[in-house]
C-alpha cells in the first residue's frame, strides 16, 4: 500500500500531474483542450476543514503543462464545498454530474467544459488511483 498524499498538497499535485501525463488514453481524450482550471476546495468549519484551499492547472494538447497553489485567472473556476470534492473521489457523484446538479459551481463557459466530459471522467479515474488523505471529518474516507 502506497503513503496516502493530503489533497491538495505539493506532493498530490505533483502526482497528479506526473499520473495525468503519462496516460494515453487521458492525451487522446484531451488532445483538443487548451484551457486553465481553478479548483475552489470551500472550507467547513464545522466539518473540521478550517480553510478554503485554491489550486488550478493548465491542459494544452492533452498534457498538464503547469499546476499550482493559489489564485490566478483561469478559463474555468470550480467551486464546491470540501465535500462535494470528497463525494467525487469517492465516485459517489460524477464530476460531470456535480457540474449539472450545480453542486459544483462554475464560472466560464459551460458547453465548452461539457465537451470535454470524457476527458474529466478519465481525470477523476486517474485521481482515484492515488493514495488520498481527506481532512476534517472526512479523514476516515481516506483512501489508497
Known amino acids: 500500500m502506497s503513503k496516502k498524499m493530503v489533497l491538495g ?25 487548451d484551457d486553465s482550471y481553478t479548483l475552489v476546495l470551500q472550507a467547513e468549519p464545522d466539518k473540521g476543514i478550517e480553510e478554503t484551499r485554491v489550486v488550478g492547472f493548465t491542459i494544452k494538447e492533452g498534457k498538464m503543462t503547469d499546476i499550482w497553489i493559489g489564485e490566478r485567472e483561469t478559463s ?14 469517492l465516485g459517489k457523484i460524477g464530476a460531470n454530474r456535480a ?4 453542486k459544483l459551481n462554475i464560472k466560464g463557459n459551460m458547453p465548452r467544459l461539457l465537451k470535454t ?14 493514495p488520498t488523505e481527506f481532512h476534517g471529518d472526512y479523514v476516515n474516507q481516506s483512501f489508497g
Open 76 to 89: 474555468f473556476i470550480l467551486s464546491a464545498p470540501y465535500r462535494v470534492w470528497v463525494d467525487i473521489l
Open 99 to 102: 457540474f449539472i446538479t450545480r
Open 9 to 33: 498538497s505539493d506532493e498530490y499535485l505533483n502526482n497528479f500531474k506526473e499520473k495525468i501525463n503519462s496516460d494515453k488514453e487521458y492525451a487522446d481524450l484531451a488532445s483538443n483542450v
Open 117 to 130: 466530459a470524457k476527458a474529466t471522467d478519465r481525470l477523476v479515474s486517474l485521481l482515484r488511483e492515488m
